[in-house]
């Protein structure tokens, strides 16, 4: 069975940084694209970023230049550094595979407040 098990979230003040990570079980990461997502309240579920099996990545014009998805297959996990956050990134953070997703894990919540 596949788990996405992410962590690192908590309440954090504007301008500070952020360490997201998700750990995979049941599958190696090695040979997949994985994105984390953001749902923030009352929102759709976002795409905030990606990083594909060949170590490319991709992001979200809202979060360009401040965020950076990173991935230790070793680990199998992966990671979303998160820079200079603000309230509007405060939502629920999520990883999964992609283009196919997974069972959605419980999320790691984030909280930009002062």
């Known amino acids: 069975q596949v788990q996405l098990v992410e962590s690192g979230g908590g309440l954090v003040q504007p301008g500070e940084s952020l360490r997201l990570a998700c750990r995979a079980s049941?599958?190696?990461?090695?040979?997949?694209?994985l994105g984390w997502y953001r749902q923030a309240p009352g929102k759709q579920r976002e795409l905030v970023a990606v990083?594909?099996?060949?170590?490319?990545?991709n992001y979200a014009d809202s979060v360009k230049g401040r965020f950076t998805i990173s991935r230790d297959n070793a680990k199998n996990t992966v990671y979303l550094q998160m820079n200079s956050v603000g309230p509007e990134d405060t939502a629920v953070y999520y990883c999964?595979?992609?283009?196919?997703?997974?069972?959605w894990g419980q999320g790691t919540q984030v909280t930009v407040s002062s």
């Open positions: 990083t594909t099996s060949l170590f490319s990545t």
């Open positions: 999964n595979t992609r283009p196919t997703a997974r069972d």
């Open positions: 049941g599958i190696s990461i090695r040979g997949y694209e």
